[in-house]
């Protein structure tokens, strides 16, 4: 906390703008205070959600023709210490139960994704009826009450027959193959669905997946794999993939605006994952670096996508192992996207390493000339839970808002992480959703065009990097019990009332927080 004289000079400079922009009857801005924050605030048009992923909920692994994708390959490979997602959350038969629950909450949308190799389980070719079934089942029930579907077609899970065959995301044949499939959910569920993400996360998909080898398909090469790869090369991969992605992504865009936007008047984004990067220092290198880390994680695929070509930072420090668009390629890419998509959870601090640009090998980390470090600030309690850091998110909205021209953005994943066995009061989550949902409000009345919002996760589920050692839902799922019982947290009550206009002040969460058991077990 700064020195008492620090405050009062503080607090004389705030009270001193208010008396001035008053005398001359200017316009403040005012933060919403996450502790005030109600629905209300929001346009009755902004959604607010919770969210999911076939892998991670749905379950019935081996069951209706479903076949394996590379997630069920990589955790049977032993990654998890044998936990896996062939069962989960059983989200595939207890829908009707999870849908039921999601309106009692209240939620206005349900962010989930289609699997794959459900659908068309061998990649491309015939349709799975079972699979069919099931999403238009799903579908219809969110519909039914209520709920507005927003589907990601690949949430990281491509069928592993095309991993196999080609090489999934390293050969451009999947371009082809992933057009079909997108062409296939756009003619089937498109009548009933409006927003549409083709990708989910795909800058660490593509890190995590070619670059260090800790997500599948487990690629990497020495020195860089914090994983034992077989196969890989991480100086050269995670770019011809994120460029086959880039491909992939514009020409099922080009797809359904030639076919179907006319009739179905529909929406296709790709989501990214993005830090609030800090720098560590005021010096201008770490300053400096902070700009590379948004080039690198959020550039990479935005600017060609708004732009047509590659930050000219990454040109410059990649050079030729970054694949370049032909003319017609940077025309296909340029614009294909409506909205988009953003995941975040924390802030990270900054260091600027440019020296490492000297290494004779190198890695996308070694490219963007940065290191990623994890103050005490940045660092939770424990490991099982992120710091509220109140202006992260508005930060990022107003970064995308200057960078990108202001392009609709969805938060398709904001949520605490808690230790999964910990208590159904879960104090923190609520506290870390109000500073959030605060956020966006601030950013929103500071001109950020935001039109949704999705808690991660709806359920307890598979997490993608440990697996069930922790756990972001609104609901806690037992997965000792049979029935595989749901129990609402503290948030899913908390949550309830601010959708439901019942206020979020701090008594009303005491008043709510006295009535929830505290323990899951």
Not at 43 to 56: E, N
Request: proline share 5%; hydrophobic share 35%; glycine share 8%.
């Amino acid at each position: 906390m700064p020195p008492a004289k620090q405050l009062r000079d503080l607090f004389t400079a705030i009270l001193l703008v208010f008396i001035i922009a008053a005398a001359a009857n200017l316009p403040v801005m005012v933060l919403s205070g996450a502790g005030n924050v109600r629905r209300s605030d929001f346009p009755d048009t902004f959604v607010f959600g919770a969210g999911s992923s076939a892998y991670q909920v749905e379950g019935a692994a081996f069951e209706d023709g479903r076949m394996p994708s590379i997630w069920d390959t990589f955790a049977h490979a032993g990654i998890y210490g044998g936990a896996n997602a062939d069962v989960s959350c059983d989200a595939y038969h207890k829908y009707k139960e999870d849908v039921k629950l999601m309106a009692d909450m209240g939620l206005e949308g349900y962010r989930l994704s289609i699997s794959w190799s459900r659908l068309i389980p061998n990649g491309r070719g015939s349709i799975n009826p079972k699979g069919l079934q099931y999403y238009n089942n799903l579908i219809n029930e969110l519909l039914r009450h209520g709920i507005q579907p927003h589907i990601t077609l690949c949430h990281s899970d491509i069928p592993q027959t095309l991993q196999d065959e080609y090489g999934g995301w390293m050969s451009r044949k999947i371009i082809d193959d992933f057009t079909a499939y997108a062409d296939v959910c756009f003619k089937e569920f498109g009548d009933r669905v409006s927003y549409w993400t083709t990708l989910n996360e795909v800058n660490v998909f593509t890190i995590g997946g070619y670059d260090n080898g800790i997500t599948p398909p487990n690629h990497c090469s020495p020195p860089f794999g914090a994983k034992s790869c077989s196969i890989g090369n991480s100086s050269t991969e995670p770019y011809i993939v994120a460029h086959n992605i880039l491909l992939a992504h514009s020409a099922a865009v080009r797809l359904y605006r030639r076919k179907y936007k006319s009739t179905q008047h529909g929406f296709v984004g790709l989501n990214l994952f993005a830090y609030r990067p800090l720098p560590c220092t005021n010096e201008t290198a770490d300053i400096n670096a902070v700009q590379r880390v948004y080039d690198f994680y959020v550039g990479w695929f935005a600017n060609p996508l708004i732009f047509g070509d590659y930050p000219d930072v990454m040109k410059r420090n990649v050079g030729s192992r970054l694949p370049e668009f032909t003319r017609e390629e940077s025309m296909q890419v340029k614009g294909a996207i409506d909205f988009i998509a953003l995941n975040h959870y924390q802030t990270i601090h900054v260091k600027d390493g440019s020296s490492s640009l000297e290494s004779k090998i190198r890695d996308y980390t070694i490219d963007g000339a940065f290191e990623l470090i994890y103050t005490e600030e940045d660092s939770p309690p424990d490991q099982f839970e992120y710091p509220v850091k109140q202006p992260g998110l508005r930060d990022i909205l107003e970064y995308l808002k200057q960078a990108y021209g202001n392009i609709p953005i969805y938060i398709h994943e904001n949520g605490q992480m808690t230790r999964r066995n910990a208590t159904l009061n879960d104090t923190r989550r609520v506290e870390y959703l109000q500073a959030y949902i605060g956020n966006v409000l601030d950013a929103m009345r500071n001109g950020s065009n935001v039109k949704g919002y999705f808690v991660w996760s709806f359920l307890d589920c598979f997490e993608l990097l440990d697996a069930y050692g922790s756990g972001f839902g609104l609901y806690y799922v037992d997965l000792d019990d049979k029935e595989l019982t749901r129990y609402p947290k503290l948030s899913s009550h908390w949550y309830t009332n601010f959708l439901k206009g019942k206020g979020s002040k701090h008594s009303e969460i005491l008043q709510i927080e006295n009535k929830v058991p505290r323990s899951s077990q």
